[in-house]
């Protein structure tokens, strides 16, 4: 059982920028790909990036990329999702999942291959 816990949501302001953290706690989090989703309103939750456990492997919407970096800090069981450039599309709660064995690339943006999932983090772009 893995638990995830996100944070760093909030309100900023177009063009800006944002950190979310999101921490995991049970089994061991460096055996664990790490996905990144949202869900605006009245929309379906979307991939926005993964990372492999050893983070070598990293994945993107064409949406943020360029303007998104995911990273992770084995030691801390934390996954971060540094967020650039904001834009008022990017405005959604934003999940974290995690993902234990292996997937290939081309499936590292579904939300099947992820069965733990955090509980999401506000993040609002104003124009």
């Known amino acids: 059982q893995v638990q995830l816990v996100e944070s760093g949501g909030g309100l900023v302001q177009a063009g800006g920028s944002l950190r979310l953290s999101c921490a995991a706690s049970?089994?061991?989090?460096?055996?664990?790909?790490m996905g990144w989703f949202r869900q605006a309103p009245g929309k379906e939750r979307e991939f926005v990036g993964a990372?492999?456990?050893?983070?070598?492997?990293?994945y993107y919407a064409d949406s943020v990329k360029g303007r998104f970096t995911i990273s992770r800090d084995n030691a801390k069981n934390t996954v971060y999702l540094q967020m650039n450039r904001l834009k008022s599309e990017d405005t959604a709660v934003y999940y974290c999942?995690?993902?234990?064995?292996?997937?290939?690339?081309?499936?590292?943006?579904?939300?099947?291959?992820?069965?733990?999932w955090g509980q999401g983090t506000q993040v609002t772009v104003s124009s």
């Open positions: 999942a995690a993902s234990y064995g292996y997937a290939p690339a081309e499936d590292m943006g579904q939300q099947y291959v992820y069965k733990y």
């Open positions: 049970g089994r061991t989090f460096s055996s664990y790909a």
């Open positions: 990372i492999r456990w050893s983070g070598e492997g990293t």
